[in-house]
């Protein structure tokens, strides 16, 4: 475990991560938040991620950033509001009630916002059953009226169909609610589109809400969405993918995730250097901390620059106790004006296709 956290507070997690692998018995992976940690006490290394097939460095893009870009200018933030929304819909794991409601929920209010919104319905197999599952994604044309390539932003948001974690082992099979892990990303993203709304981006923006990403246990039942996004799209219209995940923590501490560093170092520092233009290295650190295999791995593994913009220090993970209470409006609206800080500092370009 120690050679896959590297720094500070390392702790209490140590303990956490061993529990967790040793209670699934996995020979090569934790499962965590559709996140996976290579656990060097079930018999892996951090290498088996990092030097994996597709780890290594993407394209190089130029991203013409780095000035100051209107990320402390982006007025008013609702996504505690959407945050809330999203809560009271109950657990959203596939197959719920929750699920649908919060599919039609982000669809209808990026109807008020995008220049077009599309459904990408798939099935899914998981624990033995199928699934109705979709991906929803949402574009806004630049300022020019470019359309790609594609800035893409992603967070997923189905919840877990199991709180495997919760401290009182009745309620182990019991979906959570996923306020952090699960509707945090999306709040910062809906209200990313409500801002996308008001100010036209430099360049376009895509906005990606995956589905099936916290489902399974092992590797071919996490991460269904993005994989089959990823699949599918044409690489050269995206720029670069950003993915926001239990970002709502009221303690939120954000270090570099390893393999968004190995593969996309460029990208990481456009992030990094945004959140510190606005102050925000309390929050942002520049150290890397965890190697997550999350919704960006799918994407990287195609050569598309990605960050995974995660907090996982977060004991209420995959608990029935990942509530409201423990995520606060302050830490929604620092990652929402570090996301359009970094966003407004890509250069626009000439290779811009119109529609
Ligand atoms: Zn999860």
């Not at 934790?30 to 060097?40: F, V």
């Not at 088996?48 to 097939?53: F, I």
């Not at 360049?203 to 599918?232: H, I, K, Q, Y």
């Amino acid at each position: 475990m120690d050679g896959v956290i590297h720094t500070r507070r390392a702790g209490d997690f140590h303990g956490v991560f061993r529990s967790f692998c040793i209670g699934f018995g996995a020979a090569l992976l934790c499962a965590a938040c559709g996140c996976r940690i290579p656990a060097a006490a079930s018999g892996c290394s951090v290498d088996d991620v990092t030097r994996g097939p597709g780890l290594a460095p993407g394209r190089t893009i130029s991203f013409g950033g780095g000035r100051a870009a209107g990320g402390r200018d982006a007025g008013p933030c609702d996504a505690w509001h959407y945050l809330e929304r999203q809560v009271s819909l109950g657990p959203r794991n596939p197959g719920s009630p929750g699920h649908r409601k919060v599919r039609e929920f982000i669809e209808s209010e990026l109807g008020r916002y995008a220049d077009k919104v599309q459904v990408h319905p798939f099935d899914a197999v998981y624990d033995g059953a199928t699934y109705a599952m979709a991906n929803i994604t949402a574009l806004f044309r630049s300022a020019r009226g470019g359309e790609r390539p594609f800035i893409l932003l992603g967070a997923h948001f189905d919840t877990r169909p199991r709180a495997e974690r919760d401290p009182i082992p009745a309620r182990r099979l019991t979906p959570i609610l996923g306020a952090n892990d699960g509707g945090s990303g999306v709040a910062v993203l809906l209200e990313i589109a409500a801002v996308l709304a008001r100010r036209r981006p430099p360049v376009p923006v895509m906005l990606a809400f995956f589905d099936g990403e916290d489902c399974g246990t092992s590797a071919d039942s996490m991460f269904l969405g993005s994989r089959r996004f990823a699949g599918e799209v044409d690489t050269s219209d995206v720029r670069c993918m950003i993915l926001l995940d239990m970002v709502g923590d009221a303690d939120l501490d954000i270090c570099v995730e390893g393999n968004s560093q190995s593969s996309s170092p460029g990208l990481v520092d456009l992030v990094w250097t945004a959140a510190e233009r606005l102050g925000h290295t309390d929050v942002f650190h520049r150290t890397v901390r965890y190697h997550i295999l999350d919704d960006h791995v799918p994407f990287i593994e195609r050569g598309i620059p990605s960050v995974d913009i995660i907090d996982f220090d977060y004991p209420y993970w995959h608990t029935t106790l990942d509530t409201l209470d423990k995520c606060s409006p302050e830490s929604l609206r620092i990652v929402r004006d570090v996301v359009i800080e970094a966003v407004f500092s890509v250069s626009s370009s000439d290779t811009e296709h119109l529609p």
